[in-house]
Structure formats: C-alpha cells, structure tokens
C-alpha cells in the first residue's frame, strides 16, 4: 500500500527546498548599511584626493591670460611685503641707531657727572698717586707754604687731593687761625699728610725737582723734613659737607645756542 502526501504539505515543502536553507532575521538591513558604509568612505576618500591636489595641477586648467593676471598679482603682493619688509627693517635700524645714540650720550654724561663729581669732592677717587708727609716740629710752615705744593700737585696732574683727611675742592683755601694752620675752617697739625691720586710719577719728580717744592719746604725750617711715597693704589675720601656757595648761583643755557 502506497502511503499518498496531501497537495499542500507537498507545495511547503518544494517551497522550503528551492529557497534553500534558513537565514536569520535582520540580515537584509546589516547588507543595506555596510553598502551605506562603503559608500561614504569612498566619498571622503573622493574629497581628500581632490582637495590635496596640488597648485599647479589647480592651475592647468586657468587661460593663459588668466595666468598671466594671477602671476602679476602675485609679482605685485611679492612687491608689497617685500616694501614692508624694507621699512621695518629700516625702522629697526632708526631704532637701534637711536638707542646706540642715547647709550652714547647717556655714558658721556655719566662720564661728565663722575668727572664734576670728584672736582667736587662730592665722592671719594681711587686710583694711583702719591702721599706727601711732612714733618714740622716747630710749626714754621705757613700757609703759602701749603697752597704751592697743592698748586704743585694740581699742575702735575693730580685729580683729587686731600690734606689731613680734608678733601680739597676748587673753594677750598689756606688760612691761621690762633697760630694753627686752617684749612676749609677745619685746624689742622703736623705731621702733615697730603695725599693726591693723579699720575704717581709725575707728581713724584715734580715735587722731588732742584728748588721745587721739597727744597722750599725744608728750607723753610731746619725742623720740617718732606718724604713722598708713590702708591699703585690710593683713596682719597669724599667730603664730608659739600662748600657752600652764598653768591655764585648757575647760569642756564640755551642748548640750541
């Protein structure tokens, strides 16, 4: 006896053999975005190869006068900055010329204020010199004694002199007061000691010369006897009060004149 299957389960089952076997639900949307996917990339990867093509293949396409217009603008642009360029560089070398200026003059009148400075004894000198002593037991020495052996030194070259600790300034003056020597106000005793910075050697053998200032000094007493010691490093101290002046006030000057 032949066993006989029903018209529909045979229809079924053709249908499940010729549309092969089983697939999983989703599978249809999981193809449709990696196409999406793969599309996208291949755009971006379009657009950086076209944006990263260089000038000149930008530029082949561009008519020959159009070239021509973009390489004058361009000549021109180079001209501009080129300008620019020129000009600050000049401008810098305004600037650098006018600081060299200005450093120059500002040393210079630095150099003018230390040199009025020491001429006023308003700070202490240091440098090579001379010290001259003087013994004088009996107080024979007079003042013109003491203003020709400074003047001696002056005309020598001596920069800044003191006389027993008191610094001598263009003002400055010799006098007797109760048979005691007196400089600026201030008594001074023997031994006396004058100490000037200025050219060591020169001071030296302008003191030390036959009937200079060491012989007149010596003659002028058997008691006074005159040494002097050359330093290689001297200093002579500023002083204390600066000389007053009661009269003589400063004249100003146009600098233009």
């Known amino acids: 006896m032949t066993d006989t299957v029903p018209p529909r389960v045979q229809r079924q089952e053709q249908s499940r053999a010729s549309s092969g076997p089983d697939r999983p639900r989703g ?21 950086q190869i076209r944006a990263s093509e260089t000038l000149g293949t930008q530029l ?34 305004a600037f650098e010329g006018s600081a060299e200026r200005d450093g120059l003059a500002l040393r210079n009148l630095q150099r003018r204020l230390d040199d009025f400075s020491i001429l006023a004894g308003a700070v202490a000198a240091e440098g090579e010199g001379i010290v001259l002593t003087i013994a004088d037991e009996r107080a024979d020495l007079r003042p013109e004694h003491m203003v020709d052996t400074v003047q001696e030194l002056r005309d020598a070259g001596a920069e800044a002199i003191d006389v027993n600790g008191v610094r001598l300034v263009v003002s400055s003056a010799f006098s007797v007061r109760n048979n005691r020597l007196v400089v600026d106000s201030t008594p001074i005793a023997p031994p ?24 007149t000094l010596e003659r002028a007493s058997g008691e006074v006897v005159a040494s002097v010691d050359t330093r290689a490093d001297l ?10 002046f009661v009269f003589g006030e400063p004249v100003i000057t146009d600098s233009a004149d």
């Open 27 to 47: 599978h249809g949307a999981t193809t449709v975005a990696v196409a999406l996917a793969c599309g996208l990339l291949g755009f971006v990867l379009m657009t």
């Open 192 to 215: 006396f000691r004058i100490a000037a910075v200025g050219p060591a050697e020169t001071m030296a053998r302008a003191l030390s010369i036959p009937n200079g200032v060491i012989d």
């Open 235 to 244: 200093t002579v101290p500023a002083r204390g009060e600066p000389a007053p």
């Open 60 to 93: 082949e396409g561009e008519r020959e006068e159009d070239l021509a217009t973009i390489l004058a603008n361009l000549s021109t642009e180079t001209d501009r900055l080129q300008g620019e360029f020129t000009d600050l560089r000049l401008t810098l070398l």
